[in-house]
Structure formats: C-alpha cells, structure tokens
C-alpha cells in the first residue's frame, strides 16, 4: 500500500512528542494554570459570600439584554465558557469582573463633505 502523509501511526514514537500545537487564541483559564494563591483567593471569596449570602446575593447575579454579552474576568484571565447572556449570570464579586459588549449596530450621520473634480471645481 502507497504511504499517507497525514496518518499519525506512521511517525515515530519519538517525533509524536515534538508534533506542534496552536496554543494562539487559547485566552481560557484552564483548571490545571490555577495558582495556589488563585485557589485560596477563590475559596476565601466563595466563603465571604456564603457568609453574607442575604446581602451579596444582590451582588452576585447579574442581568444582561438580548442586545448585549457579558464577558467574565476571573483574577484578570478570560473565563471558560465564553460570553454569557442573555439572560441571568453569577459573578463572584471580589475575583471576577465583567464587561457588557453591546451587539446592536450603531447608525451614525456623516457629515457631508465638498470634494473636487479634475477642473478645480468643487461639487
């Protein structure tokens, strides 16, 4: 049989560790990336709002149109899952910040504007 270049078993056990893989456009916070003081500044915060639950409740729902996403920030990093919305979300008010993107086109007038032919004159 005639040899595939794209088949996989015919590499070398050697060289399948060195194959290359895209890591551009991976801005997810991954599980196994945590720091121990990530973990222990999450654990602290899911505590403090399990302690004040009446109170921070307030805080920690969030509400977006139909025209809008909310993009979460945990500790700064991009969090899995995507833009959240429409709809209902839980932040967690001490580590994660959020940015609403609005999706509606905006419609703005443009001035006019005099231009000039090939004769100088202006139209």
Sequence with gaps: MGKSINSVENIPMADKSKQFTATYGTASDDDDENSCMGAFITFFSYLLVFLTF???????????????????????????????????????????????????TGAFDVPPQEILTRDSVTV
């Design 54 to 104: 009446p109170l921070s409740i307030w805080g920690c729902i969030k509400v977006v149109q139909e025209y809008e996403r909310a993009v979460i920030f945990r500790l700064g990093r991009l969090r899995s899952g995507g833009a959240k919305g429409p709809g209902l979300f839980f932040i967690v008010p001490c580590i994660d910040n959020y940015r609403c993107v609005d999706l509606r």
